[in-house]
């Protein structure tokens, strides 16, 4: 059996030395890639639970904000376990978007206001969920929403 040259023993041993180097920055790559998907996964959630809120409000024709927060939560809580309950505000406003006075008609085309029903889903995401990347060391919260006109 013949010994080795001593070129190929040092190729060995570069190689190592290079996967030694080129390791951690090759983790965090990966890391930060399957934490930036999981803000992704989040923001979509919240995007749906956001809307399911708001078409909960329109094929039922109700204005009872726990009725549809619930209809929200229940929409994401597959995704998002833990989810507060979503915002929900029934509005009045005017037909150029502006907020109605409470009293008297709008200016305008459109006398009567106009309700909206608005949706505002958030949740939080701990420091925990991605650990090797110091930008996400602060909780992250993510917000959506959703408005429509009621009938």
Same mark, same amino acid.
């Given at each position: 059996?013949?010994? *080795?040259?001593? @070129? ?9 030395? *290079?996967? =030694? ?10 890391? /930060?890639?399957?934490? !930036? /998907?999981?803000? &992704?996964?989040?923001? !979509? ?10 078409q &909960? ?8 904000? =726990?009725?549809?927060? =619930? ?12 989810? #507060?309950?979503? +915002? ?10 502006? #907020? ?7 200016? /305008? ?10 949706v505002?889903? @958030?949740?939080?995401?701990? +420091?925990a969920?991605?650990? !090797? ?16 006109? !009621?009938?």
């Open positions: 059996m013949r010994a *080795e040259p001593r @070129s190929v023993r040092r190729q060995r041993g570069v190689a190592a030395v *290079e996967l =030694a180097l080129l390791m951690p920055v090759l983790l965090l790559i990966f890391f /930060g890639i399957a934490g !930036l /998907g999981r803000v &992704y996964v989040v923001d !979509l959630a919240l995007a749906h639970a956001a809307r399911a809120g708001m &909960y409000a329109l094929a039922s024709n109700t204005r009872d904000v =726990a009725l549809i927060a =619930a209809a929200a939560r229940r929409d994401a809580l597959p995704d998002l376990p833990g989810m #507060p309950l979503p +915002a929900v505000a029934i509005v009045q406003r005017c037909a150029d978007g502006s #907020p109605y006075g409470g009293s008297g008609p709008c200016a /305008g085309a459109a006398s009567a206001p106009w309700t909206y029903v608005e505002h889903a @958030s949740y939080q995401l701990g +420091a969920f991605v650990p !090797l990347l110091p930008v996400f060391s602060q909780p992250l919260r993510l917000r959506q929403s959703a408005v429509a006109r !009621l009938q």
